[in-house]
């Protein structure tokens, strides 16, 4: 990254005048703080007795056997604190915002993950949290909501545009514009005006770190090829940054949706439907029509559908450090139901789709090669998405009852 924040073409800031001296201020609270041994390590103090890492690299024995290729393994982030990757950088930045004296924090959330972990960094912090989250994120991901109130979290739905994740990145933008005197805008994602792509990858490098010793440890070298869902890019960039130099090859699984038609899928690369672009305070490469509107996106799972994508993978990918492909939304389900049956763990949708990439090159590689996939959150959150994408008639049932009585009761 160069002094600007620039990735090649990509990155930069991008935002309005009255954002520039909170944006300085960041840039240097944070480059100040990561020069900072005790802040350096009280991140990696919460991050080991608040959210429990490390967490496992896990060999999966059984899909291993069943497909005959590669060794598979995959990197716990369901066992995070909050079920989740994003808690990584919610730590770091909650103390960011902290050090830097702002009471209150700000954040955007899709699959509600990132905003649960917000809500639970501010109620141990002592921050007011406020969350913005598409309307239609929330149909999606209402448990997620549930919790964050509980958490003490104020949550705004955003009913503006298709109701999703860059619709609530659009209304944080508009809050922190008036508020940024006494508030962190705490982006979720490795996106955005510097410093934050490079300070979420920061955060998240970890996850990287952790594989590379554990590798080692497990099968005496690093992973032949690893595996990564990509939405805005966060859990990508963790998994992957640490091996950029290494001899492993870095693979990125967008959410290839229902089809290949503008509207049906959220691939940013392997398609003429995405380009440069400058939106939402940064440079990146962005699905948008020819007059340059951004595109409507589909996802099956609410935390890929992110309609740009991290500067950091825009630029590794054009310089042939990462390989990009997808999975479809029924290529996730068949990805869903193998980690669940054969070796006991419940990923989440948007982690299914680096499940699906995995799995399906492994069956392609030999016994001596080894793979690590980025198991970025659990699926709990994903029960009523599941059951309907299996048309599990009890379980709808079920709700069904359970409504009625709640009304009687
Ligand atoms: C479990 C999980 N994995 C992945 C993502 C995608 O985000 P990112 O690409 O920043 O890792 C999300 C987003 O909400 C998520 O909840």
Known sequence: MNDEGRFGQYGGSFIPEILYSSQQQLLRAYREAMADSNFVNLVRSEMQHFSGRPTPLTFCANLTRQLGGAQIFL???DLNHS?????NNVIGQGLLAKRMGKPRVIAETGAGQHGVASALVSARLGLDCTVYMGAHDIERQYPNVFWMKQLGAKVIPVTTGAATLKDALDEALRDWSSSYEDTHYLIGTSCGCAPYPEMVAGFQSVIGEEVKDQSLEQFNKYPDRIYACVGGGSNACGIFLPFVNESSELIGVEAGGRGDAPGD????FNTDQARF????GFATKFLQDEQGQLLPTHSISAGLDYV???PILADLEENGKVRMTSASDDEVMEAFTLLTRYEGIIPALESSHA???GLREAATMNPEESIVISVSGRGDKDIFNIAKALNDKP???FLETYLKQSEVA
């Open 75 to 77: 990197k716990r982030e």
């Open 355 to 357: 499940v699906a990439g």
């Open 277 to 280: 672009g400058i939106a939402q």
């Open 395 to 397: 379980f709808n049932a």
């Open 308 to 310: 740009g994508v991290s």
């Open 265 to 268: 899928h959220a691939m940013r």
């Open 83 to 87: 079920g989740a990757h994003k808690m």
